[in-house]
């Protein structure tokens, strides 16, 4: 058994409740690799932002755990290294689908899980969400359940419509379960497709698609059930315009890819909102450097050379969302 305090990790409970009441959201990033997690860490001490790094069950298969829990001590050290002097860093499983997972995770330096029941009829997701919660909290491990279905794909979990999260459920599965934040369905989705054109708008002016608003009702209803619970937004990537089109420039190939836009997140971030999931902005960021040096250099065969570029990039994307979108500089 390895405690996440013994790695100089921290749960989200007292992260989420400054948020909820600061009225700005955590950012948790996702990552599989070395250049991410510097380029993370990088990105939070020089903003003085706390910061959720997460791992899905397949990013644990490719990077190895026990690889993934030094890296976190890594990330706590790096953090203090750079001139944090306390680092806010959250080590988080992200869409757990078993209890063993789970526990797996918590006996092995995670100081957060996800058990994503979301998929299960609701009396199976409240029982499986339980049982973690009564396992996590024993090791003073906060969870995050999840109520809704969002469209596309979660990790193995497919769905093809997605199922907003029902606001007459909350405060009975939050109760029953015992979870500490709750991720919703209000329109996010996963992936760097979340719309599909006939989904979305043209704009008249650039010829740009707009994708539908998120639904903001269900989210204030949710907040009037359960006031000062934290909640959380999966699929929150922006897709951002420019990294598309220089994927496209030189030699990719994403057509209509869309994303939620920026000022919906902001939005949202004001709100009890206080984790906001970002994964593909992350894919998009370094694919576009990497693709970049490549088309420019293509003598090189060094990874530093353009892994080097693919972090800046990175690191820049992150810097952003806290600074500009999230709102969770200077709260070190
Ligand atoms: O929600 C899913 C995350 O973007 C993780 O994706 O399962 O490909 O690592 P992954
Ligand atoms: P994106 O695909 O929008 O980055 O969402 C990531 C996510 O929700 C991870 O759980
Ligand atoms: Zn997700």
Redesign the pocket.
Known sequence: MTSYKELGLVNTREMFAKAVAGGYAIPAF?F?TLEQMQAIIQAAVETKSPVIMQV????RNYANGTILRYMAQGAVEYAKELGCEKPQIVLHL??GDTFELCKDCIDNGFSSVMIDGSSLPYEENIALTKKVVEYAHKFDVTVEAELGVLAGV??EVASEVSHYTKPEEVVDFSTRSGCDSLAISIGTS?GAYKFTPEQCTRDPKTGKLVPPPLAFDILHEIEKKLPGFPIVL?GSSSVPQDEVDTINAHGGKLPDAVGIPEEQLREASKSAVCKI?I??DSRLAMTAAIRKHFDEKPGDFDPRQYLKPARENMKKMYIHKIVEVLGSNDKL
Do not use: F, L, V
């Not at 899905?56 to 990013?59: I, L, R, T």
């Open positions: 996702n599989n899905s069950k397949g990013a992200d869409h979660e990790d996963h999966h999931n994964d593909s």
